[in-house]
């Protein structure tokens, strides 16, 4: 790297915050993406504040330097993967909670995981309703960023719905703030939908390819204390499908609602049931996995009985499974990642959002995907928002095995493809979707127009977009 | 309007679908916005699909004409109030309902009312539990543009927290389709998180300035069958404000929520009590009228438990007289426009939003400016999940001119006090703006992509504020 840049950054930050050690740089050239191939940047900064991400910016800006954003570097689809040649800002250190009680919100700073501000409103008797199942490293920004959904998010929504009013560095070192904050005489965030046109939303999924998001100001609840858990066995999957639709639709407060075919949940059970001491199952076709949630114990229960109702008026059966509470609410912090990873196997995921009714279009697709090719993996689903279901397909591989991570490889792009024309959806635009979308050319060009506007140099993450 | 124009605008929706008469002209110049002054447009077109809304669009792009695109015309802002000389798309004729039950959504062209889509729904035991004031008249994708709120906002925000994907016709033309439907494969509108950077906000609470909202798609819920009416009375206000943010908190259904300071609930009981069948009370400092809904009766008895012993916890009393949120909830497709309009005199409103602890300031501020300023006027409001939208109306005789630049005078002070409480409008109307440069850096922003979409500037040119320490 130049040599007067980097001392440009070194002004900025101080000399300790940023590195060009080899053994640095190979820390940063990967994420939890592992199916991503690594690549090194040529420096890492570590800014404190707001106002030195502006400067860097500035900087990078006028020297048309690549930028990269990251924080916890869970994100699963290559999106802090450096590009060749460029910086990455490592964002951890903008850290700051504060608590707006009477507004029922918080605002983080951007190096604020989930984990540490679960911890913090837990005291308070509040949450923020969404968990992205990697929740203990994942920072709030960062997931605003590629808009994720988890535990929470089947009464709430994805992230991007619980989203109050961004700080944001636009890539000319302009600092803007959305929402109720824009006014600095507010009292803090309390409306994202203020001064007009929602600007808020162009940076939630853009996937630091406008801006750098330093703070975020978020919605939080009052903590349900009153949970129901139940696994609902039906022999089809529409049944499970209708199920699903008809809870929601009479107001069952599922926090949290998954389907899962039987095989998947065996497979759950071989990885992890020994270790939790998890007795053994007879699983139907198909289940759905529900964590009732309500601030109120009666109406816990109305709805427990009310789901339970229409679950036998729809020929399913209640299955004993009262384990699955543990791993799918309580332990929403961790368990999944420890599903993801005890196996040992290297996997590529397609996550996508498809309709309820559709939902075992995609399970379908998949298998078929998987026996064509000759590889194993799973997918599952759990419910976002008022009626989407955001489906996680795992592809496994041997990383050892470039014969069979290229057969993942093969697969995934053609699942990309069908899995478009089955009418599912991305929820980030990652970029092998780039190959699977046809028909979009408008909105497409839409959005890379609107690209040049914000970012004319293309110094932010560019490609990241859907190849944008 | 230059006759060759209108001969090509006429090509494009049919004779019989443009005007240059000055009699619909008229028509055309005003809208709900009392206050503001007429302007002549030089034609109106009355497009019957989306394609004829592009095609009219590139013409005037080509042209250069200012346009104004217009649905119900109930705007009280001055928003469809058109250019002199412009064209305005009058979108009435884009009247399709298409359902979708499997997906809990429903698509409306931007001809649909609350009104109809209301008496549609209701059909199915559905409803989408959001209706602006004036919803008889209102269109959905005109209230998507101003981004209002009304009856049903204490739980479910204003109408940008119901959109699942719009379809836009941009200046040059082109259609875009955001949400789910953007992939042409999709069965419909389920998600509109879809495809990375949500690009549907951008249009909403636009005022009509990057494109033409020509489709909007909606959440859908089973209707609420069970609610309970009551009115919850309070010595302090910071009682009455924390017993809004206690129904949240609680998870009480509260589907219409509205704090009365005292005097004002008598004027406005003046107004509408007895059609109401309200009787007469002694009405304490503050009282909150309350309308819960639910989907199911259990839920319902819980709650009115769950409010009366918030309520009392807070030191209030249960004032048990139903009819006053009864009438307000059950006239919810009117109520707003008759309580408006009844009295016999103009006004200028100021719309804002104000998080529900600071309730009392903008009261304070509104009687304040009141005074000073020696005019007639009133402020209701109501709940908006974090925030309490008001809606201070500013009384003028139309006749009396030196009246009228009193309210004028009255209302830009006003926005400005408003401002600086820590209120926030919800729709950028240019009045907020004047004399605040804190904001700078935003408007910069807002502008630069208002440039770049519309580099012609034809969409309701000057409905964004410039920022006021120039443009850079």
Known sequence: MDLEILK?????????????????????????????????????????????????????????????????????????????????????????????????????????????????????????????????????????????????????????????????????????????????????????????????????????????????????????????????????????????????????????????????????????????????????????????????????????????????????????????????????????????????????????????????????MITEVMDKYGFIGHTAGFNTGSSSMNMYPHMYFDPQDPAEEQKVRDGHKELAKTLFKSGAVPFKLAEYWKDAIEGMDDYLAFLKHIKNIIDPNNIMNPGVLGGI | MDKEIVKELSRIVGEEYISTRKDVLLTYAASASTSYERVFPGAVVRPGTTEEVSEVLKVANKHKIPVTPRGGGSSLQGEVIPQEDGLVIDLMRLDDIILYKDLRSVTVGAGITFGVLEKYLNKQDLWVPYYPGSSLVATIAGNVSVNGAGFGSPIFGCVAEHVLGLEVVLPDGTVIQTGTEANPHAPGPFLRYAFGPDLTGLFIGSLGSFGIITKVSLKTQKRMKFFDYNTYGFVTVEQAQKFMQELRTNDINSMWVALYEGRILDFFLDMVGEEYGVPQHEWPNYTVSVAIGRIRQDQLQSDMLAAKAVCEQLGGHEIGIKELPKGEWEDRLREFVRSSYVHGWHWRILYHHQPLANWYKSMETIWEVMDQHGILGQTAGFQSQRSYNFYPQLYYDPQDKEEEERVVAAHKDLSKKLFKTGAVPFKLAGYWIEGITEMDSYLRFLNRIKDDIDPNHIMNPGIIPKPKGGDN
């Not at chain 1, 929602?198 to 390819?209: A, C, E, R, V, Y």
């Not at chain 1, 998954?258 to 076709?285: A, K, R």
């Open chain 1, 8 to 364: 440009g950054l070194e002004r900025i930050v101080g000399s300790e915050f940023v590195s060009t050690k080899a053994d640095v740089l190979l820390t940063y050239s990967q994420t939890a993406s592992m199916a991503a191939d690594p690549i090194l940047p040529v420096a890492v900064v570590r800014p404190a504040d707001t106002h030195e991400v502006s400067e860097l910016l500035k900087l990078a800006n006028k020297n048309k330097i690549t930028v990269v954003p990251r924080s916890g570097g869970s994100s699963l689809q290559q999106e802090a993967i450096p590009k060749p040649n460029s910086i990455v800002i490592d964002l951890m250190r903008l850290e700051g909670i504060k608590l707006y009680e009477d507004l029922q919100s918080v605002t983080v700073g951007a190096g604020v995981t989930y984990g540490e501000l679960d911890k913090f409103l837990d005291k308070h008797g509040l949450f923020l309703p969404v968990y992205p199942e990697s929740a203990l490293v994942c920072t709030v920004t960062g997931n605003v960023a590629v808009n994720g959904a988890g535990p929470g998010s089947s009464l709430y929504g994805c992230t991007g719905e619980m989203v109050l009013g961004l700080e944001v560095v636009l890539p000319d070192g302009t600092i803007i703030q959305t929402g109720s904050e824009a006014n600095p005489n507010a009292s803090g965030p309390f409306l994202r939908y203020a001064f007009g046109s929602d600007i808020t939303g162009l940076f939630i999924g853009s996937l630091g390819s406008f801006g750098v998001i330093t703070k975020a100001s978020m919605k939080v609840f009052r903590r349900p204390e009153f949970l129901e858990y139940n696994l609902f066995g039906f022999e089809a999957a529409e049944q499970a499908e209708r199920f699903l639709l008809e809870a929601k639709q009479n107001d069952i407060s599922g926090l949290f609602t998954s389907i899962y075919s039987g095989e998947v949940l065996n497979l759950f059970w071989d990885m992890i049931g020994d270790e939790f001491g998890y007795p053994t199952i007879e699983f139907p076709h198909r289940a759905v996995s529900m964590t009732i949630g309500r601030v109120r114990e009666d109406m816990a229960k109305s709805d427990a009985k009310l789901a339970c109702e229409i679950c036998e008026k729809l020929g399913g059966t209640i299955i004993h499974a009262p384990e699955l509470r543990d791993f799918e609410w309580d332990g929403r912090l961790w368990n999944f990642v420890r599903a993801c990873y005890a196996h040992g196997w290297h996997w590529r995921t397609l996550y996508h959002h498809q309709t309820i009714t559709n939902s075992h279009k995609s399970v379908d």
